[in-house]
């Protein structure tokens, strides 16, 4: 089992950057895969960005391609999610998931841990 927790978010201007992190618990977090997700006020939980559990191989949303950046050190437990070039289309609840096994999924019922979310703002 693992417990997730995000830190990070806040408010910016557009063209501004945050750093999210995903701290986990547990002794066993190189097992997972973890994906970070965001629910935007009134719409689906969607996908963002994701990494397999050894931090080879990426995933990201055509919406966030080239803006944001995901990595992990399984030596200290966590995953971060670099956004850049911020618009106000991103705003909103942003959440880490994580899955047991080597690879990482973009679809949100894959992902059997989540973490309780942190706020991004883009003010344009």
């Known amino acids: 089992q693992v417990q997730l927790v995000e830190s990070g978010g806040g408010l910016v201007q557009a063209g501004g950057s945050l750093r999210l992190s995903c701290a986990a618990s547990?002794?066993?977090?190189?097992?997972?895969?973890v994906g970070w997700f965001r629910q935007a006020p009134g719409k689906e939980r969607e996908f963002a960005a994701a990494?397999?559990?050894?931090?080879?191989?990426?995933d990201y949303a055509d919406s966030v391609k080239g803006r944001f950046t995901i990595s992990r050190d399984n030596a200290k437990n966590t995953v971060t999610l670099q956004m850049n070039s911020l618009k106000p289309e991103d705003t909103a609840v942003y959440y880490c998931?994580?899955?047991?096994?080597?690879?990482?999924?973009?679809?949100?019922?894959?992902?059997?841990?989540w973490g309780q979310g942190t706020q991004v703002t883009v003010s344009s």
């Open positions: 990494i397999n559990r050894s931090g080879g191989s990426t």
């Open positions: 547990g002794r066993t977090f190189s097992s997972y895969a």
């Open positions: 998931a994580a899955v047991s096994g080597p690879d990482y999924y973009i679809f949100k019922s894959a992902y059997r841990y």
